[in-house]
């Protein structure tokens, strides 16, 4: 899959830049504060529409503020969750076997119902992301992509941790967005709200890893 060449081409250098500084930011905030953790958490996306196979991938530092409080930084791509709805135009169609992809950084707040073995848990993060551009078929030979202005994106999720494992459900909600191409034309919408499956885990002991 040529995921890395179709995620963000207006954005890259962008992107390639956050990247880094987070990487580097994590690192420093490991070495300054040993009640941070780090949560791996892939997954799969629901109900999506999209031909090519749907994966969540999710990188988020945590931190514990209170009993059963954590608030945490979600460095987030979801592949292949998007559904395509045409403005009944017979000139332009959307290339469902090409990759599409969004990015976002969600600060997050989970919320622990106990401190046992088996912790339940609800969260709730809002964010802004950032969408890649549309790959067109169109009978003509110049094939343009649509552009798709980015859009703000809430997350809600619950679920339960057993030790360093996490098990969730979330659901994503980011508001339709327009599909134009560069003569201003909409044609069509996108949208890329969807719930997900995770399974997460933990690195670092933190603290009171005891308790949370």
């Known amino acids: 899959m040529k995921v890395f060449e179709i995620l963000f081409r207006r954005e890259k250098i962008f992107f390639r830049r956050i990247g880094l500084s987070y990487i580097a930011l994590l690192f420093c905030v490991f070495h300054a504060n040993a009640q941070m953790r780090l949560r791996v958490e892939p997954g799969l996306p629901l109900w999506t529409t999209s031909e090519n196979l749907g994966l969540l991938i999710n990188a988020e530092p945590n931190l514990r503020i209170s009993s059963n409080g954590i608030i945490g930084l979600r460095f987030g791509v979801g592949l292949n969750i998007q559904k395509f709805e045409n403005n009944f135009s ?17 600060p997050t707040f989970d919320y622990y119902f106990n401190h046992n073995y088996i912790r339940p848990y609800a969260g709730l ?88």
């Not at 332009?92 to 950084?105: G, L, T, V, W």
């Not at 552009?147 to 508001?175: A, C, D």
């Open 90 to 106: 017979s000139q332009y169609s959307f290339d469902q076997q090409n990759d599409n992809a969004i990015i976002s950084f969600i």
């Open 125 to 212: 993060g809002i964010s802004y992301c950032v969408i890649s551009s549309v790959i067109l078929e169109s009978p003509s030979r110049e094939v343009p992509e649509g552009s798709v202005n980015n859009q703000l994106e809430f997350l809600f999720r619950s679920g339960f941790e057993v030790g360093k494992t996490r098990i969730g459900l979330e659901y994503n909600f980011i508001p339709r967005a327009d599909i134009k191409v560069p003569n201003g034309q909409i044609i069509g919408t996108v949208n890329y709200s969807y719930f997900g499956v995770t399974i997460g885990f933990n690195i670092g002991k933190g603290k009171n890893t005891k308790r949370i």
